[in-house]
Nanobody, 128 residues
Framework: QVQLVESGGRLMQAGGSLRLSCVAS????????IGWFRRAPGKEQEFVAA????????YYSDSVKGRFILSRVNSKNTMYLQMNSLKPEDTAVYYC?????????????????????WGQGTQVTVSS
């Protein structure tokens, strides 16, 4: 069993920076991919970023590419989503998710259906 807890979300001004954290417990996740997704009010959940087990491969949605950076510290079972140049359209609940099916996957999954464990989410609100 895996528990994921996100933190760091808050109200921000457009153009600001924010770092979200996702701490895993219950199982060591250093061999598995982690994804971040978000759900904005009235919209469907969308992929934000994903990182493979080593941190050597990261993928971003076009909407956040060049502004967000996903990293992980496996010794701490913690993942970080650095969000820069925030925009009002980044307003959403952000979720981290763990893929615990595919050990040592080189290319992290981009689909939410590939992730079995999810955190409760953290709210990010960006005002203009």
């Amino acid at each position: 069993q895996v528990q994921l807890v996100e933190s760091g979300g808050r109200l921000m001004q457009a153009g600001g920076s924010l770092r979200l954290s996702c701490v895993a417990s219950g199982r060591i996740l250093r061999a598995y991919s982690i994804g971040w997704f978000r759900r904005a009010p009235g919209k469907e959940q969308e992929f934000v970023a994903a990182i493979n087990w080593s941190g050597g491969r990261t993928y971003y949605s076009d909407s956040v590419k060049g502004r967000f950076i996903l990293s992980r510290v496996n010794s701490k079972n913690t993942m970080y989503l650095q969000m820069n140049s925030l925009k009002p359209e980044d307003t959403a609940v952000y979720y981290c998710a763990a893929n615990t099916r595919d050990y040592g996957l080189e290319y992290p999954p981009l689909s939410s259906s590939e992730y079995a464990y999810w955190g409760q989410g953290t709210q990010v609100t960006v005002s203009s």
